[in-house]
């Protein structure tokens, strides 16, 4: 039997990479508790902090043959749980800002209004998201979808392939759409109520 509790982290980690559930266990007991605390000490919710610590195990198991060697675990799986906080406060933000046009609007009591706010500032956030794109990605993502561009045309305009345009714009779509995913979801709910 291994005595996990005295392998090193890098030693823990290709024994996950060959399927050991011990390794795994002592990844999680040695790093699950401080995940947990800082991640609650950001959002101040204990269920929300438990749910990103455990996303973020399941994850690691779910990819641990893809996991490289790591000489920094305790580094990683620290910038993994602030992203999944980051991502959590993003989408309140993002809801909360939603939420606050929607009250606003409908205190007004006119429907044409309603629609009217909500329109410009789903298309302020939108703005908003794309402007927060990496330069080259929005550049070549604003040629595509605003100026009417083929990729041929971005890629001849700004000396790339098209393959590299293709790419840049698929990941800006990946990007904006797990960004507004949960702002999608209560545009459809609020449409069937309002």
């Known amino acids: 039997m291994v005595p996990y509790q005295s392998c090193t982290d890098q030693e823990l980690v ?17 790093y ?6 800082h991640a609650y000490k ?18 690691l198991w779910n990819k641990r043959t893809e996991f490289t060697s790591c000489t920094h675990l305790s580094g990683y799986l620290y910038t993994a749980i602030r992203n999944r906080v980051i991502k959590v406060i993003a989408h309140k933000s993002v809801e909360s800002a939603y939420y ?12 044409v209004s309603d629609h009217l706010i909500r329109e410009r500032e789903l298309s302020r956030l939108i703005e908003k998201e794309i402007d927060a794109l990496p330069p080259k990605m929005r550049c070549v993502f604003t040629l595509s979808r605003k100026a009417y561009l083929s990729h041929r045309e971005i890629a001849e305009k700004l000396d790339l392939s098209e393959a590299t345009v293709k790419k840049q714009v698929n990941n800006a779509l990946k990007i904006l759409r797990a960004k507004f995913e949960t702002l999608l979801c209560i545009c459809i709910f609020l449409s069937f109520f309002f």
């Open 100 to 111: 606050s046009s929607l009250q606003a609007a409908f205190q007004q009591g006119n429907a």
């Open 42 to 59: 950001k959002l101040n919710d204990r269920e929300e902090a438990k749910d990103i610590v455990q996303e973020l195990f399941t994850v």
């Open 14 to 30: 290709s024994l996950i990479r060959v399927d050991d559930h011990g390794a795994f266990s002592e990844i999680y007991h040695r």
């Open 32 to 37: 699950s508790g401080i995940l947990y605390l």
